[in-house]
């Protein structure tokens, strides 16, 4: 279920990425209180992601997580205005950079970086002037080892529990 708070008939699809398990759209609502909801709808399960604000609360910080269906890792992600990309610095050395949309960020970490060496090392922040706002680690990529394929196995398909 959306948010509980979440005037769901408004609700406004802000993100959509294509995965391999299908389509991942990140919506935000309004509130019946006049603030904002945020959910993920990834692979026919609803993730919540940030409580239901109220009006004027702005999100100064930064938060993310990574959410995993077998072979498919998201990043997900909110930042404070003054944050105008994220840089996905890679194990290989590769980097992918992306722009958060109205604060919150959603990207689909490619399967060719979920393997031992290749696999999502650290995010970089920078403001609209290049300059670093923070670095952070990469999230931890496998929360029930077994279940994350691509790690584990080198991209075998794995019925995982849901």
Same mark, same amino acid.
């Given at each position: 279920?959306?948010?509980?708070?979440?005037?769901?008939?408004?609700?406004?699809?802000?993100?959509?990425?294509?995965?391999? *398990?299908?389509? &991942? @759209? %990140?919506?935000?609502?309004?509130?019946?209180?006049?603030?904002?909801? =945020?959910?993920?709808? /990834?692979?026919?399960?609803?993730?919540?992601?940030?409580?239901?604000?109220?009006?004027?609360?702005?999100?100064?910080?930064?938060?993310?997580?990574?959410?995993? *269906?077998?072979? &498919? @890792? %998201?990043?997900?992600?909110?930042?404070?205005?003054?944050?105008?990309? =994220?840089?996905?610095? /890679?194990?290989?050395?590769?980097?992918?950079?992306?722009?958060?949309?109205?604060?919150?960020?959603?990207?689909?970490?490619?399967?060719?970086?979920?393997?031992?060496?290749?696999?999502?090392?650290?995010?970089?922040?920078?403001?609209?002037?290049?300059?670093?706002?923070?670095?952070?680690?990469?999230?931890?990529?496998?929360?029930?080892?077994?279940?994350?394929?691509?790690?584990?196995?080198?991209?075998?398909?794995?019925?995982?529990?849901?």
């Amino acid at each position: 279920m959306p948010p509980a708070d979440a005037l769901v008939e408004k609700k406004e699809k802000l993100i959509e990425l294509e995965t391999r *398990r299908g389509p &991942a @759209v %990140l919506w935000t609502a309004p509130t019946r209180y006049e603030g904002s909801c =945020a959910w993920l709808e /990834f692979d026919r399960k609803l993730e919540p992601f940030q409580r239901c604000s109220p009006k004027g609360y702005g999100h100064d910080g930064i938060a993310g997580r990574s959410v995993y *269906r077998s072979n &498919a @890792v %998201l990043y997900l992600g909110s930042v404070g205005l003054g944050v105008a990309s =994220a840089q996905f610095h /890679f194990a290989d050395g590769e980097v992918a950079e992306i722009s958060p949309r109205q604060g919150f960020l959603l990207y689909n970490i490619p399967e060719t970086h979920l393997t031992e060496g290749q696999q999502l090392r650290e995010i970089v922040f920078r403001k609209k002037d290049g300059s670093e706002v923070t670095r952070m680690e990469a999230p931890k990529m496998a929360p029930k080892p077994a279940c994350l394929a691509p790690l584990s196995h080198g991209g075998d398909e794995l019925n995982c529990e849901r």
